[in-house]
């Protein structure tokens, strides 16, 4: 792989403030994108994952907006053209929320937010980059699903539902663009450790480990080493892949 295979390309990462975004921005960076890292609550969490970007040579630039809000979404790939006075040429559609409960205690609210979020926010920003990257014939697109997307979790109907529903977003928008040079692809984690996974106890964590053959949780790095991957040349004729990254978990 050459060293920096994503230079000069304008790419957002929606939720790139935190977690697994925070290191899908500083990877791209690194590989020479410009890189628009998109929050929604926490302005401080986006400008250090700018300013780490900065110190090490990078580009990037702190975008706000709610993946879940059209005109958000919309605004934040202008947002970023805007930036750095070039071309969308990558996604990462990995903004995304829990809200866990048995499935008699997830009230309507918890169901809607966690879809609006992880499954409309992701057809939003990929609406709005889509656009862009139609018209320029070219550009890739990678969304965030999760193992429990493919194989279901107790306690999480309303996100493995979210998460299923990317899989099948991914599929559909890869076959509606892929003979305009456009490449869809979705990666699906096992469990990363994030603050999203922070929550968990220390039984499930157990339970968890003892089910992954790799025996370890992921780190941010290794989804970041994969969404690299995906957006690059080199993964020029992947389209539509579900590429899991989970040790092995959803075997
Ligand atoms: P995280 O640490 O909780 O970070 C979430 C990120 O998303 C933050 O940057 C947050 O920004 C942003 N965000 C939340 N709601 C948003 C919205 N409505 N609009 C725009 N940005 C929003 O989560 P993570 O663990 O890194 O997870 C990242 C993705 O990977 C998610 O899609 C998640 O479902 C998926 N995933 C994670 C795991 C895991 O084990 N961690 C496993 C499988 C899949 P603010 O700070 O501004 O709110």
Aim: with cysteine; aromatic share 4%.
């Amino acid at each position: 792989m050459a060293e920096r295979p994503l230079e000069g390309r304008v790419t957002l990462v929606t939720g790139g403030s935190r977690g697994i975004g925070a290191a899908i921005s500083q990877q791209l960076a690194a590989a020479g994108a410009k890189v628009g890292v998109n929050y929604t609550a926490n302005r401080e969490a986006a400008d250090a994952v700018v300013a780490a970007i900065t110190a090490a040579g990078g580009e990037a630039v702190a975008i706000h907006g709610d993946v879940s809000d059209p005109e958000a979404a919309g605004a934040m790939v202008d947002a970023t053209e805007e930036a750095f006075g070039d071309d969308l040429w990558n996604l990462v559609a990995n903004a995304g929320i829990t809200r866990d409960n048995l499935i008699s205690r997830i009230t309507p609210e918890d169901w809607d937010r966690v879809i609006d979020v992880n499954l409309g926010g992701t057809f939003h920003v990929a609406r709005a980059a889509s656009r862009k990257m139609l018209r320029k014939k070219r550009g890739s697109i990678v969304t965030m699903s999760s193992v429990v997307g493919l194989h279901g979790n107790l306690g999480q109907t309303n996100y493995a539902a979210s998460k299923g529903g990317v899989i099948a977003l991914t599929k559909a928008l890869a076959k509606e663009v892929g003979s305009r040079g456009i490449r869809v692809n979705c990666v699906a984690p096992g469990y990363i450790s994030t603050e999203l996974t922070d929550v968990l106890n220390d039984e499930i964590r157990g339970i968890l480990l003892a089910q992954t053959p790799l025996g370890r949780l992921g780190e941010p790095e290794d989804i970041a080493n994969t969404v690299r991957f995906l957006l690059s040349d080199d993964a020029a004729f992947v389209t539509g892949a579900i590429l899991s990254v989970d040790g092995g978990l959803g075997m």
